[in-house]
């Protein structure tokens, strides 16, 4: 048991449990933070670290900007940019894995460097399905970025809400981490021209509903959102915010965090659901989206003295 944990832990699940852990702290310091004194460092300290956690709508009534950091601040609307470098890298990522696996083809020797340094132990098991799992979600990562992309071009509405220089980095590197990741769960290396036959398993059909399911969610919840500031007629005629209703909407105030967990469970089923490496990245968008949730959920019960007592955050009738 121990030994095929270890077998199955890597550099990657290490890191993306580093990332998680890091996310778990700044939710947990949220909560336990004093109010730091007028004046001392305390004060900078912890205007970075509201800077760095927060962004667009939190952003506001946590007190002006000093100077310096308003310099850093880049528009909200340029999560555009996460889905354009998503779309492009996982698109490439996609079409190197096709060619491995259907051609027999070897991946370019600059991705079989980085796969070496962060893949799969070429001496492990080697089965069909789990490159066709693999395959799969990349796959799906990738429609996933094509919709959140369209998503920010032609469905949400944007105000002059800003991100963190830091937080606009570190998404570009996400989505080629993420997409990095799905890669280096198959040993690519050791198909020696042998071309993938495609065996569908219960776990590929389960986790692709569930995709569908939450993505679908995800969408109505982004269109709600969108149309709180839009006429009848489709027309912006606003930028403020105010309260969603409908759909998820009605369990909790940040549905769309909650289907962005969902469809991230749903590719480590699609996965065979043992993927420990997964799991992490799991753990991660668990803690990730938690935290900007927490956020949001305040923003709600402090701006609108109505707001519904009953939603929850996050997950619904929990957190
Ligand atoms: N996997 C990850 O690591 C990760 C990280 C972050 C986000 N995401 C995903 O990306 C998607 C978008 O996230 P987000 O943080 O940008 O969501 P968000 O802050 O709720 O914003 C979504 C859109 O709705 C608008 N909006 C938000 N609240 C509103 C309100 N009360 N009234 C009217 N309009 C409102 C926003 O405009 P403004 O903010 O411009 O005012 C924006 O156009 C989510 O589905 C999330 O799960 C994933």
């Known amino acids: ?31 336990r ?11 900078v300290i912890s205007g970075l670290f509201q800077d760095l956690i927060r962004y667009g709508k939190t952003k506001r009534g946590c007190g002006q900007l000093p100077g310096w950091l308003r310099l850093l601040q880049v528009p909200k609307r340029w999560f555009t940019h996460f889905y354009v470098v998503s779309v492009l890298w996982n698109g490439f990522l996609l079409i190197c894995l096709f060619r491995v696996e259907f051609l027999g083809e070897s991946l370019p020797s600059w991705i079989q460097d980085m796969h070496h340094a962060l893949g799969r132990d ?63 769960q198959v040993p690519t290396n050791v198909r020696n021209g042998k071309k993938l036959s495609v065996q569908i398993c219960w776990y590929h059909i389960i986790g692709v509903m569930m995709y569908i399911w939450a993505s679908l969610h995800q969408h109505r919840c982004l ?25 998820w909407f009605e369990s909790v105030s940040c549905p769309h965090y909650f289907a962005e967990l969902l469809i991230y469970v749903s590719m480590a089923i699609t ?11 799991v753990m991660y968008v668990l803690f990730n989206q938690a935290l900007a949730a927490v956020l949001c959920h305040e923003f709600y019960q402090k701006n609108f003295s109505s707001y519904p007592k009953h939603r929850k955050a996050f997950i619904p009738l929990v957190f």
């Not at 933070?33 to 004060?43: E, F, I, S």
């Not at 919709?147 to 944007?158: D, H, N, P, Y």
């Not at 006429?231 to 403020?240: P, Q, T």
Request: aromatic share 10%; hydrophobic share 55%; glycine share 8%.
């Open 122 to 184: 070429s001496q492990s098991k080697d089965m069909d399905s789990e490159h066709f799992s693999a395959l799969l979600v990349l796959l799906l990562l990738w429609l996933h970025s094509c919709r959140r992309l369209a998503e920010c071009l032609w469905t949400s509405v944007f105000s002059s809400g800003v991100i963190h220089i830091v937080q606009y980095c570190f998404g570009l590197g996400y989505y080629i981490a993420v997409g990095s990741t799905v890669l280096c």
């Open 1 to 31: 048991m121990l030994a095929a944990l270890a077998a199955a832990w890597s550099l990657l699940a290490a890191a993306w449990c580093l990332l998680a852990a890091a996310f778990l702290a700044a939710l947990l310091l949220l909560r």
């Open 271 to 281: 996965l065979g659901i043992h993927n420990v490496t997964w799991w992490c990245v």
């Open 223 to 247: 269109a709600i959102l969108a149309n709180l500031r839009k006429s009848r007629s489709g027309k912006v005629v606003s930028l403020s915010h105010s309260v969603p209703f409908g759909d």
């Open 33 to 43: 933070a004093p109010a730091p004194r007028p004046g001392g460092a305390g004060l």
